[in-house]
């Protein structure tokens, strides 16, 4: 639900918003058991959804993190790997910005 409300804020342009609902999202999240399925919860979506706010806001550093958790949790994410992507470019790391996008591109 928290993360339909991200989804919503993001569409509307209110960033701010949608970080605390994907965050609650992954607070909830974080109560499952272990053993409980993940489908309701995708944490890389939620947290490649957390770092496209954070990249609209400027925030780099913030997005590249949530991007890499997002990563973590599943290297085929193809929009974490663009957002980790463009995340390092704002930052000026572009030798390592190029073939994390090149990896989203394929």
Known sequence: M???RGNEAFGTGEYGQAI????LALDKA??????????LF???VIF???AACFLKLGQHEKASDDASRALEANPDNVKANFR???ALHAMGQYR???PILAKAHE
């Open 2 to 4: 928290n993360k339909a």
């Open 20 to 23: 605390l609902m994907y965050s």
């Open 30 to 39: 974080d109560e499952l058991p272990a053993d409980s399925p993940n489908s």
């Open 42 to 44: 995708p944490r890389d």
């Open 48 to 50: 490649s959804n957390r």
């Open 84 to 86: 980790q992507g463009l």
């Open 96 to 98: 390592l910005a190029m």
